[in-house]
Antibody, heavy 112, light 109 residues
Framework: EVQLVESGGGLVQPGGSLRLSCVGS????????MTWVRQAPGKGLECVAI????????YYVDSVRGRFTISRDNAKNSLYLQMNSLRAEDTAVYYC?????WGQGTLVTVSS | IVLTQTPLSLAVTPGQPASISCKSS???????????FHWYLQRPGQSPHLLIY???NRFSGVPDRFSGSGSGTDFTLKISRVEAEDVGVYYC????????FGQGTKVEI
């Protein structure tokens, strides 16, 4: 059974940093592109960052480029999102996705 | 690429059909012949799950009352007979260039 489990969310002050993690199981993690998608409270879905199988290709939505970094460790079946210089508008549930499977999400709240 | 869904909300009667449209600002047909367009359902309090991939293919476990059609820039999701468990927000998504989603269509009974 394919599973994606996110962790690392929480409350952080504006300007602060947070690192999200996602562990995949039930599939060969190293063979899939992986994505972080977020959903602000009461809003729709927004793709934040995408990474290819070996981590050599990374793409970001304009609003996070330069502040967020996506990475992966295939030996640990893990996907990461390093989030720096956080803003109130980054408050959202962050989902890890393989496109056909999604995790349950982790809530990031940016507030003083 | 911008995806525009209509309608944004839909009140349905159990047993009746329902339809959602999604229009793309550019063709989603790749040179390989694949069309990078998909439909998701997000039930209340849950994460999104894949219903239809590549325009018209039902994902594993998806009931056959769901069907997808379309090509190029115009796509449609149809539910032949709505059931109570179909309530939630439906999103179209393209991954030809990065990923973008439609605004979502809220379906209520």
């Amino acid at each position: 059974e394919v599973q994606l489990v996110e962790s690392g969310g929480g409350l952080v002050q504006p300007g602060g940093s947070l690192r999200l993690s996602c562990v995949g199981s039930g599939f060969t993690f190293s063979t899939y592109w992986m994505t972080w998608v977020r959903q602000a409270p009461g809003k729709g879905l927004e793709c934040v960052a995408i990474i290819n199988q070996d981590g050599g290709e990374k793409y970001y939505v304009d609003s996070v480029r330069g502040r967020f970094t996506i990475s992966r460790d295939n030996a640990k079946n893990s996907l990461y999102l390093q989030m720096n210089s956080l803003r109130a508008e980054d408050t959202a549930v962050y989902y890890c996705s393989r496109y056909d499977y999604w995790g349950q999400g982790t809530l990031v709240t940016v507030s003083s | 690429i911008v995806l525009t869904q209509t309608p944004l909300s839909l009140a349905v009667t159990p047993g009746q059909p329902a339809s959602i449209s999604c229009k793309s600002s550019q063709s989603l047909l790749h040179s390989t012949g694949q069309t990078y367009f998909h439909w998701y359902l997000q039930r209340p309090g849950q994460s999104p799950h894949l219903l239809i991939y590549e325009v018209s293919n039902r994902f594993s476990g998806v009931p056959d009352r769901f069907s997808g059609s379309g090509s190029g820039t115009d796509f449609t999701l149809k539910i032949s007979r709505v059931e109570a468990e179909d309530v939630g927000v439906y999103y179209c998504m393209q991954n030809l260039q990065f990923w973008t989603f439609g605004q979502g269509t809220k379906v209520e009974i």
